[in-house]
C-alpha cells in the first residue's frame, strides 16, 4: 500500500461515526449482538476512552478514519470530562433493552478485572495506553506500528519512561509482544455476554528500554 495514501492527525467530531464502526468490526459486536446494542457499545467504548485521554491520532486512507489510537498521561485535562455525558447517554440507551443490561454488566465486569489487574503490580506509571484499533483491511501494512511509535514519541516528548495497557485474548495481543512490551498480569474470566472465557492481560512498557525504541 503506498504510505501517501495514508495521513496522520488529532481526532475530531466527524471522525465520530466511522471511529464507532471500526470499533465495532474490531471487537465484532454484531455477531454477538444487536445492531443496536453494537453500535451504543461501540459509542461508550470510544467516549469512555476520550473521556480519559491527552493524546489521540487517527490514520486516514484517502479521508477515511483507519486507524485509532488513544492515550494519556496521569493528568488528563478537566474538558475531556465532557466525554463522560456521552458515555452515560449511550449506557442509558442500553438499559432499556435486556441484551443491553448484559452488555453494560460486561462493560462493568471488563473495568473490575482491569482494577484487578493493577493491584497485581505496586507500580505507577506515566502513562497509558487507553484503545488502540486497526481496520482488518490495512493491516500489516505498518500503519498500526505508525501509530504506536507516534504514540511512544508522544510519551518521550512529555517526559514520560513507562506506560501501561490493557488487552486480552480478542485482541491481536502478541503485537506488544513483538514491539518490546512486557506482561505483567494475567487474568482469565468467563464473560457472559460474549459467552466464553477470556484472558485479560496487563502488560508494561519502558521507554528507556532498547527494544522498545527499534521502529
Known sequence: MPQKTITYRSINKKDTKQLVTLISDTWHYEKITSTFCASHLSFAFLYSSLAHSTYTQVALKEGTPVGLIVGRISDVPLQQKVYLLHLYFHLFLLLFTSEGKQAIQSFRRHSQVNN??????????????????????????????????????????????????FTDTSCTYTFYEHKGLKRIGVLTRRMPFLQKDISFFLYRGDLQQPELNEH
Open 116 to 165: 484487578a489487574l493493577l493491584k497485581q503490580t505496586y507500580e505507577t506509571y506515566d502513562g497509558e495506553l487507553v484503545l488502540f484499533a486497526v481496520d482488518q483491511s490495512v493491516r500489516g501494512s505498518g500503519i498500526g506500528s505508525a501509530l504506536f511509535n507516534q504514540y511512544l514519541d508522544y510519551l518521550k516528548s512529555v517526559g514520560a519512561r513507562t506506560f501501561f495497557l
